[in-house]
T-cell receptor, first 114, second 114 residues
Framework: AQTVTQSQPEMSVQEAETVTLSCTYD???????LFWYKQPPSRQMILVIR??????QNATENRFSVNFQKAAKSFSLKISDSQLGDAAMYFC???????????FGKGTKLSVKP | DTGVSQDPRHKITKRGQNVTFRCDPI?????LYWYRQTLGQGPEFLTY????????KSRLLSDRFSAERPKGSFSTLEIQRTEQGDSAMYLC????????????FGSGTQLSVL
C-alpha cells in the first residue's frame, strides 16, 4: 500500500526567508502524481503545486517550487520569500492509479514570524 | 463560480442519531469526492462519483455510511446511528475530467458526536 510521510509536525520561518517542507512516499507504481496542499484556518484545502512522476523537471508556481527525487521517493516543497499569509497546515499527497483517491500525509504546520 | 459549497458547516449530534451532509460542487464538474479528516491527520478518501455513478468506495465507508449523487449535481453523505468515532471533518471536493486531476475542495462539515 502507498504511504506518505511528513516528518516535520511543525516548522517556523521568518518573513521573507525561505523554508523547505519534507515529504517522502512509498509506492511500487511508476506513474503517479504528487501534490502539496495548503489548509489555512478556514479549513479549505488549496492546491499549491502538482508534479507528474514522469516529468523530471521540478514543478514551480511563483514562490513555490518542489524538489522531486523519484529514486529516493522524496518530494519537498520550498517556499521562497515567505509571507504571513503562507502560515497554514501543508499536506503532501500522492495519487496513483485511482483517480481522485489522494493519500495524504499528516501535515506540517507552518508558522511565519513577522 | 462560487466554488465547492458544503452545508452545514458544523453539526453537533448525539450518539445514535442520523446525520446528513450536503455538497454542491462547482457547476461544470462531473466528479465529486468525499474525504474525512480527523484531528491531527490528513484527509482520508471515502468515495467518489463520476456524474451520478458511485465508482469507488473506501473500506472506511462502513455500512452506516451512504452517499448519493442522484442527478449528477449535488451529493449527500448520510451517517446512520452515529458513533463518537465518527467525529471528524467531512470534506467534499470536485473536479472536471481532463483537468489534470485538479481537485477543488469545500470548507468541510465539522461533525461532533456527543
Amino acid at each position: 500500500a502507498q504511504t506518505v510521510t511528513q516528518s516535520q509536525p511543525e516548522m517556523s520561518v521568518q518573513e521573507a526567508e525561505t523554508v523547505t517542507l519534507s515529504c517522502t512516499y512509498d509506492t511500487s507504481e511508476s506513474d503517479y502524481y504528487l501534490f502539496w496542499y495548503k489548509q489555512p484556518p478556514s479549513r479549505q484545502m488549496i492546491l499549491v503545486i502538482r508534479q507528474e512522476a514522469y516529468k523530471q523537471q521540478n514543478a514551480t508556481e511563483n514562490r513555490f517550487s518542489v524538489n522531486f527525487q523519484k529514486a529516493a521517493k522524496s518530494f519537498s516543497l520550498k517556499i521562497s520569500d515567505s509571507q504571513l499569509g503562507d502560515a497554514a497546515m501543508y499536506f503532501c499527497a500522492y495519487e496513483g492509479g485511482s483517480q481522485g483517491n489522494l493519500i495524504f500525509g499528516k501535515g506540517t504546520k507552518l508558522s511565519v514570524k513577522p | 463560480d462560487t466554488g465547492v459549497s458544503q452545508d452545514p458547516r458544523h453539526k453537533i449530534t448525539k450518539r445514535g442519531q442520523n446525520v446528513t451532509f450536503r455538497c454542491d460542487p462547482i457547476s461544470e464538474h462531473n466528479r465529486l469526492y468525499w474525504y474525512r479528516q480527523t484531528l491531527g491527520q490528513g484527509p482520508e478518501f471515502l468515495t467518489y462519483f463520476q456524474n451520478e455513478a458511485q465508482l469507488e468506495k473506501s473500506r472506511l465507508l462502513s455500512d452506516r455510511f451512504s452517499a448519493e449523487r442522484p442527478k449528477g449535481s449535488f451529493s449527500t453523505l448520510e451517517i446512520q446511528r452515529t458513533e463518537q468515532g465518527d467525529s471528524a471533518m467531512y470534506l467534499c471536493a470536485s473536479s472536471y475530467i481532463g483537468s489534470n486531476e485538479k481537485l477543488f475542495f469545500g470548507s468541510g462539515t465539522q461533525l461532533s458526536v456527543l
